[in-house]
């Protein structure tokens, strides 16, 4: 018998820039072509926030969309947790400028740095607040400028990332429906396959290492891990329920790349038609493709009450997380 979830989602939204950027506009900037791009990463646009805008901005429209949703106002939230490695500054926390945009008075609000596992990290600390009963409701949001961190003239990393923002808002479960189950790990030993080196403590700006601001990647080595860790986290979170594949409605893994998605697809063997992309339109958004994914599928009919949900997602760090919600 399953437990009763303890909170639930109670509104979704999410938020993109303006500007597109083809794979076209890309074969004009690096030796790259369009079906390398779709063959590669299965990766069609992506997003692209104009210089100068931050996350804050994308974080509280998807914010703004997913208190609509809810039928709630900024009254209503005593919580903010925004997952960024791509925040405004170093500091305040972008979950302070969100609570700054949105005129949430009486909150606490700090981010998250785990990367792609951005979102379910910050679900699974909210959830955990609002258990210790001293929150009621919660802001949950993962919203990158990843464009900011991209080395433009590397082909290998810049057909991949694009820009956006995904909210939910969580509150006490009165049913069955809501988070059934996270697991959330990580595995510091390859901290250098997937990295940011620049502009830190360690490497602090100066005029001679400014290159070192941008996103390295083993790409091989992380498609390899990516799809065991994405798999495996999803059977821990069936395993912690005791509910199975079979019963799942449909699968988010985190949109980094088509080919890794559906390896991880067949490995769990899950039906493709059950399987949620938008790598093709958005890119690898990182912390806010999960939540920008959920708030699609339900804005579009493919997630209705009562559909069990499986999120699985990958990134730096490495860090991995999946959860299975209700909704
Ligand atoms: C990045 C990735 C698409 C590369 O695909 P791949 O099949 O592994 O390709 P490789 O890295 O082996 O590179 C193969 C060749 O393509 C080239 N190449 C890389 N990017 C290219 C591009 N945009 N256009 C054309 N050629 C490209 C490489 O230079 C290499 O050329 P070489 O053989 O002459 O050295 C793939 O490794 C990947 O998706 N990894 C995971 C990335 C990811 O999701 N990261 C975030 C996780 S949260």
Known sequence: MQAKPHAKILGTGRAVPEKILSNADLEKMVDTSDQWIIERTGIRTRHIAEPGTGVAQLAAAAARNALDDAGLGPQDIDLIIVGTVSGDYKFPATACLVQQQLGIEQA??????????????????????????????????????????????????????????????????????????????????HAGLLINPGCGSANPPRPDNLHLHAIRMEGREVFRHAVAAMSDG????????????????????????????????????????????????????????????????????????????????????FTWAAGLIRF
């Open 234 to 317: 999803l059977d821990r979170v069936l395993g912690k329920t005791g509910l199975r594949l079979e019963d799942i409605d449909l699968l988010i893994p985190h949109q980094a790349n088509l080919r890794i998605i559906q390896a991880v697809g067949k490995k769990v063997g899950m039906p493709e038609d059950r399987v949620y992309v938008n790598v093709d339109r958005f890119g690898n958004t990182s912390a806010a493709s999960i939540p920008m994914a959920i708030d699609e599928a339900r804005r579009s009919g493919r997630i209705a009450p009562g559909h069990l949900v499986a999120a699985v997602t990958f990134g730096a760090g």
């Open 108 to 189: 606490a609000a700090f981010d998250v740095s785990a990367a792609c596992s951005g979102f379910l990290y910050s679900l699974r600390l909210g959830e955990s607040l609002l258990r210790s009963g001293d929150f009621r409701r919660a802001l949950i949001i993962g919203g990158e400028v990843l464009s900011s961190q991209v080395d433009w003239s590397d082909r290998n990393t810049c057909t991949l990332f694009g820009d956006g923002a995904g909210a939910a808002i969580i509150g006490p479960s009165q049913d069955e429906s809501g988070i059934l189950a996270l697991h959330l790990q990580s595995d510091g030993r």
